[in-house]
């Protein structure tokens, strides 16, 4: 059985099939003190992304984005801080190659703590690495736009609704 199947979300999709799920979710931005910032090459999408997933049973925020984190990149963040949230259906709403369709209310995170070294591929990421904001690799639109949220909180300090 695999981890996707072991966990609530798998669970749960097995229970109703592809219908479309409301989900709660973190991402998060990790960023480098020379601004670079991790991502991992999806294997769902083969499109670069910004690490994050959803909660375990009895699992809070905090805790599952540096869980996430830490699975999908070999990262350990270290203080998260939310910045903004993302729920828009138009960018939130997410059907997989298989079918399966979830609308995403997704607590975004930034840090700039860290410890770890990047892990090689996984069932979640084929590759992981830093990239420069100005030369970012093919990216999923919507980390495209938690990226530009992230930049817009950075500049005015403002918690960012997209």
Partial sequence: MSDFARSYLGQLRAAVGSRLLLVPGMR?????????????????????????????????????????????????VLEPKPF????????????????DRCHYFTLL????????????????????GWFEPADLPPLLPVMRRTLDAYARHRRTGEFQMI
């Fill in 28 to 76: 998060i931005v990790v960023e480098r003190e020379d601004g670079a910032v991790l991502l991992q090459l999806r294997s769902d999408y083969r499109l670069w992304g910004l690490p994050g997933g959803v909660p375990d049973e009895g699992e809070g925020a905090d805790e599952t984005v540096i869980r996430e984190t830490l699975e999908e990149t070999g990262i350990q």
């Fill in 109 to 128: 995170y930034a840090a700039r703590r860290f410890t770890g070294e990047l892990i090689g591929a996984n069932d979640e990421s084929l590759q992981v």
């Fill in 84 to 99: 903004g949230f993302a729920c828009d259906p138009a960018h939130e709403v997410w059907t997989y190659p298989n079918g």
